[in-house]
C-alpha cells in the first residue's frame, strides 16, 4: 500500500510540473465576422494592404452572406490575420452596376487598430458590445444594405 501511494503522489507532482513548465498562455482570439448583402445587387468585397495591393475579395449575392474569420494575439480586428500575414487596411464594395464604396482603416503609428470607418471600426457591427468582443473567440455580423449602396459612386 506504501508504495501504490508513493507512485501515485509522484504521478501528481509530475504531471503539475509538466503542464506548467512553459507557463505559456495561448493568448491568440479568434473572431468571425459575417458579413450580410441585404442590397439588391451582388456585389464584391475587394481589401487592399497598405502598399494599395488588393489582398482579398469576396463575392457576395443579394440575400447572401459571406463569413470571414481572423485571428490576432493578443487582440483581433477585421480584414486581419496573424495565421497569414494578412492585414487590410482598406476596403472597397464593388456593386454589380460599377457603383463603389471605400472604407479606411484607422492606422495610430504605423499600427492598424479596431478603428475607421464602415466595418473596419467595430462600433459599426450589428451586435458590437464590449463583452462581446472580450471573449477568445466572438461573432460579429454586419450588413451591407441598401443605405450603403445609396452612398456609393461611380467606380474610376
Do not use: W
Request: glycine residues 8%.
Amino acid at each position: 500500500m506504501h508504495y501504490l501511494l508513493t507512485g501515485i503522489s509522484v504521478l501528481i507532482i509530475a504531471t503539475l510540473f509538466t503542464s506548467c513548465e512553459k507557463g505559456e498562455i495561448d493568448e491568440r482570439r479568434t473572431a468571425t465576422y459575417i458579413y450580410q448583402n441585404t442590397s439588391d445587387r451582388n456585389l464584391i468585397m475587394k481589401v487592399y494592404d497598405t502598399n494599395r495591393d488588393l489582398s482579398e475579395q469576396y463575392s457576395i449575392n443579394a440575400g447572401e452572406s459571406k463569413e470571414i474569420i481572423s485571428v490576432g494575439k493578443p487582440i483581433t480586428a477585421p480584414f486581419y490575420s496573424i495565421q497569414s500575414n494578412f492585414v487590410g487596411d482598406s476596403l472597397v464594395l464593388v456593386f454589380e452596376d460599377n457603383k463603389c464604396l471605400t472604407f479606411t482603416r484607422e492606422i495610430n503609428n504605423g499600427v492598424g487598430v479596431n478603428g475607421g470607418t464602415g466595418p473596419f471600426n467595430l462600433k459599426n457591427y450589428d451586435d458590437y458590445n464590449t463583452d462581446v468582443i472580450n471573449r477568445k473567440n466572438y461573432t460579429l455580423h454586419y450588413t451591407i444594405g441598401l443605405d450603403l449602396y445609396d452612398q456609393a459612386i461611380d467606380c474610376n
